[in-house]
């Protein structure tokens, strides 16, 4: 039903919401809004720094419950387009405490991708009302990593695929 | 197919490929089957350590041990990584779910909605 899509790496999600724009913004970019509606079930948003300009990095912290216990992931990026209640894109890769992105070798993977995806929030004031599209697209092409977080596992189950016949 | 998805399985198996240790567990697997402690070596890990990951890898479907053989060498099992190789079509679920909760969250603060904050 989707074969058509599958060319274009990209999550695309058309919204609306019984809120002023304004508020859908501040749930984008004020981290106690944020933390509220972001992490997925079973799981809690402990951190969430935003420098909110051009350029400002980001750190998102989330704790994950695990049949092991509670296990920590960040998430870090850096925003690449703010546009007060219209537009605001940034970049979000696998990351340490610190905001390190994780590299290769700690994903244990053979060649680089830094995994980082872009996420494109477009809103649009319907008076009183608000329309969202995200997008969350997969690594840009012109990156020095665009062989991708994809691609290694593609790489990795072909791999695997081509011996486990034997 | 996309109603398909196994949302719950697609969780473990992010959870399971979120740890660098079981990343490198399954790189090393893509060379061929090794018992645990031919995958302990490398890494300096006890062995119970080892064995906790591949619980975990094996919960996730991404290893099948061999129950016949005595040392029950593991496998890697690259079913659950081809799904996720079409990850953006499989975060469809993930993004939608955040929504809801983000429309739950604004009926929540819209009696508070008076002056424009809404913090408590």
Redesign the interface.
Known sequence: ??DN??S????V?E?S???PV??IW??WTDP??FK???G???ATISVANMDVRVGGTRLIGME?H???GL?Q?WFAGEYREVVENERLVYTES?SDENGNA?SPS?????DGHPGTTEVRVELEDLGGRTK?V?T???VPRDSPGAAG??MA??K??A???A??TR | ??AAIDDDRL?ETF?AL???T??????RL?E?AATVNELAEPFELTLPAVS?HIK?LE?AGLVQRSHRAQYRPC????AP??Q??????Q??P??????D??????TQ??PQ?KT?A??D
């Open positions: 039903m989707t899509n599958a274009q790496d990209a999550v999600i919204r919401f019984d809120a304004g508020l501040q749930m106690e809004h509220k509606w972001y997925p079930d079973g994950v695990t049949p092991n296990m992931m696998m994780s700690d994903i244990g993977m053979p969202m995200m969350h697209a997969g977080w994809t596992l593609d990795l189950a791999y695997v695929g011996r486990s | 197919m996309t969780n959870a979120a740890n660098s079981r990343r490198a567990i399954l790189a893509a061929g906790k975990v919960r496998v890697l099992d690259a990584l081809e996720i190789s079409t990850w953006a079509e975060y469809r993930v993004w939608e779910a955040r929504f909760r983000m429309d739950d969250y604004l603060l819209r909605r424009g809404g913090d």
